[in-house]
C-alpha cells in the first residue's frame, strides 16, 4: 500500500515564520501551489483521503477537489504557548520553556502542548488502523506529521530533524508485506 501525504499549500504564519495557528489561511502563492499538486495528483492512485481539519489542510483539500475525513491525528504538533511566536520571541517571552524545548525536544512537552514523542504515538497510531486497511489512502497534513511519518518507517521518532518537505509536495511511503520504505519525497513545484 502507499500513504500519499501532501503538505498544505503556503500559508500566512508560513510568510511570516511563526509557528502556525490553527487558523491561519493559504496565501495566493499557496492556493497556485496546490492547484498545480492537483495536476500531479492525477497520476496517483488512492481510494480514501485524509485530512488534518486546521484550516489551511482544510483549504487544501477543497483546491484538490477532494472530499475526505477530517481526522485530529494527523493534525501538526501542538506548539502550545510558542503557537504564534517566531523563535526569537517565544525564547525571550518564554526562556526557561525554550531552553527546555531545545534540549529535549523529543520529550519536552511544551506547556499547553505536546512533545515531538507525544505527536509521534498519536500518528502511529492512526498509522496503524489505516495500515489494517491496506488501501492506498492520501493524507493531507502539515510538515511536521509528514516528517514523523518518515521517521515512523525507521521506527525511530528521533529521525524528525532530517526531513524538509516543502509546501504543496507531494511525499509517499510504501508497505509491502510489512516492510515500509520511503517512495517520493518533495514531488511538485517548488516556485508556484
Not at 484550516?55 to 484538490?64: G, I, S
Not at 518518515?150 to 524538509?164: A, G, M, N, Q
Amino acid at each position: 500500500m502507499d500513504i500519499i501525504m501532501v503538505r498544505h499549500g503556503e500559508s500566512e504564519d508560513n510568510i511570516a515564520k511563526i509557528l502556525s495557528r490553527e487558523s491561519t489561511s493559504l496565501t495566493e502563492k499557496g492556493i497556485r501551489q496546490i492547484l498545480n499538486t492537483k495536476e500531479l495528483l492525477k497520476s496517483y492512485d488512492f481510494e480514501k483521503v485524509y485530512y488534518s481539519p486546521l484550516r489551511r489542510t482544510d483549504e487544501t483539500r477543497h483546491y484538490l477537489g477532494l472530499e475526505g475525513i477530517a481526522d485530529t491525528r494527523i493534525a501538526e504538533i501542538n506548539f502550545g504557548i510558542f503557537t504564534g511566536y517566531k523563535y526569537d520571541e517565544y525564547s525571550k517571552k518564554f526562556p526557561d520553556e525554550s531552553n527546555l524545548w531545545s534540549k529535549e525536544p523529543y520529550t519536552y512537552r511544551i506547556p499547553k502542548g505536546e512533545s515531538i514523542n507525544m505527536a509521534y504515538e498519536r500518528v502511529k497510531r492512526f498509522l496503524e488502523d489505516v495500515v489494517k486497511e491496506d488501501k492506498n489512502i492520501l493524507l493531507i497534513t502539515h510538515e511536521g506529521i509528514i516528517r514523523i511519518i518518515c521517521s515512523w518507517v525507521f521506527d525511530e521518532p528521533e529521525y524528525f530533524f532530517r526531513f524538509k518537505l516543502d509546501n504543496g509536495s507531494i511525499n509517499v511511503i510504501s508497505i509491502v508485506d510489512g516492510y515500509k520504505f520511503i517512495k517520493e519525497l518533495n514531488i511538485g513545484v517548488r516556485n508556484s
